[in-house]
């Protein structure tokens, strides 16, 4: 599995959570940034990982702001991303299994770097049920087109 991964300003600190994790978990990914401390806005950073999902570059996205909102905003505008803003781990599994979701976002301002890390190991080793779920994402798949 090949992970993109990338945050604002307001998710530097989760996002090198996320990517010790991968490395313990000997999960492949790329780092999209951003690079530094000052404002920079999340549209830049969440749909070039959303692109590299829906292009098949890359397996899975986490994207990581100040809320997770304007993250998940953006990558969901990119057709073939689904896109889940997550903050507890009951829904980072059922999200895996019921809806395929390809691009996790979370928020740093709202969640600590062990929930996230928690969250994120879920969401990355959780299989799609398939079954009467993928009826249902079919049906978000054939509106996109
Ligand atoms: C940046 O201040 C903040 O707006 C951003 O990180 C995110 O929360 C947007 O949804």
Known sequence: MKVAIASDHGGINIRKEIMQLMEELNVEYVDLGCECSDS???????????????????????????TGIGMSIAANKVKGVRCALVHDTFSARATREHNDTNVLAM???????????????????????????????????????
Not at 47 to 63: F, N, Q, R, S, T
Not at 124 to 133: A, Q, W
């Open 40 to 66: 920079v806005d999340y549209p830049d950073y969440a749909i070039p990982v959303a692109e590299k999902v829906a292009g098949g570059e890359v397996d899975k996205g986490i994207l990581i702001c100040g």
């Open 107 to 145: 928020g740093e301002r709202v969640i600590g770097p062990g929930l996230a890390r928690d969250i994120a190991k879920i969401w990355l080793t959780t299989d799609f049920e398939g079954g009467r779920h993928e009826n249902r994402v079919n049906k978000i798949k054939a509106y996109e087109k």
